[in-house]
């Protein structure tokens, strides 16, 4: 038995933790993001935000944005391949220093599922 080496287009059972980085990213008015670069990604909101139609889409991609409140009270929109459960759009919680959790599943390339999990401590 030597070294295995995951490839693509296989079946593979790890035996060890697979993981990846988490990617920050940059707080704008409009905050951007490249799904080929990580499936977690975190953010820290300074104002009321809109979160883009990520790049990069690929079916199949899931993972989570973390979002937290700087001193609180900040608003986020969503690009409009962001749907929610009912259509509801989430609103974020809102004292300083809350942290949210974005869940997402790319079904398509123009759909992205996501839930929101609110105030964790």
């Known amino acids: 038995e030597g070294s295995a080496v995951a490839t693509v ?16 990213l940059t707080d704008a008015a409009t905050i951007s993001s490249d799904f080929s670069l990580a499936n977690n990604f975190s953010v820290t909101l300074a104002g009321n935000r809109t979160l883009a139609n990520p790049t990069n889409l690929t079916a199949g991609q899931s993972g989570v944005i973390v979002i937290t409140q700087s001193s609180g009270n900040h608003t986020l929109s969503y690009g409009s ?22 869940s997402y599943y790319v079904h398509t390339s123009s759909l992205i599922i996501a839930t929101l999990l609110k105030d964790l401590k």
């Open 81 to 102: 391949n962001w749907k929610f459960p009912g259509g509801f759009t989430p609103i974020l919680s809102t004292s300083a220093g809350a942290v949210d959790v974005l």
């Open 9 to 24: 287009g296989n079946n593979q059972t790890f035996t060890k933790a697979q993981r990846g980085g988490v990617v920050t």
